[in-house]
């Protein structure tokens, strides 16, 4: 009797019906664990976007700003065009920021016209707009970056009193 008795649970194997539940269990499981990692990963994309975004912004203002600190006279448009997203920066030479086709900022100086930050570091974003302003001796730039996919626009704006104006 004992012996029957224990060999109801000698048996090796599963049995179907367990594997089914333990596939359900499982898929739960899994669904449950995707729902919460959805929005936690968008959310860290967007940020990283939004980060990368204030980096571009920052290195394109760094380097027009330079040129601006010297400036002796801002133009918005340049004598040939009045195109509101070029402008010109005079120091010792003349100096036109403009965007190319590309959505990048291109500057022409002494060296011939150069992209201010090469294109491969856009990754799918392209600058929009850029406008400068003189007034009262202080220089307002305003910068818009896209992304391409329609996502999201960033617009930052930047100050000076270049010493040559004041």
């Known amino acids: 009797m004992i012996g029957?008795?224990?060999?109801?649970?000698?048996?090796?194997?599963?049995?179907?019906?367990?594997?089914?539940?333990a596939m359900v269990v499982l898929a739960?499981?899994?669904?449950?664990?995707t729902l919460v990692i959805l929005p936690i990963y968008r959310l860290y994309e967007r940020s990283n976007n939004l980060a990368e975004a204030n980096t571009i912004l920052d290195?394109?203002?760094a380097l027009i700003m330079e040129d601006v600190a010297n400036a002796t006279f801002i133009q918005q448009g340049t004598a040939q065009q009045n195109n509101t997203n070029t402008f010109t920066i005079k120091t010792t030479y003349d100096i036109v920021y403009s965007i190319n086709d590309t959505g990048n900022v291109i500057r022409d100086g002494l060296s011939g016209p150069r992209p201010v930050l090469d294109a491969g570091y856009f990754k799918n974003k392209s600058i929009t707009s850029v406008r400068c302003q003189l007034a009262g001796g202080v220089v307002r730039i305003e910068i818009t970056l896209e992304d391409d996919d329609g996502g999201w626009t960033r617009t930052r704006e930047y100050t000076a009193r270049p010493v040559g104006l004041s």
């Open 59 to 61: 290195n394109i203002s």
């Open 28 to 33: 739960i499981i899994a669904t449950s664990a």
């Open 4 to 21: 029957r008795f224990l060999r109801l649970f000698d048996k090796k194997g599963v049995t179907l019906i367990e594997l089914l539940v």
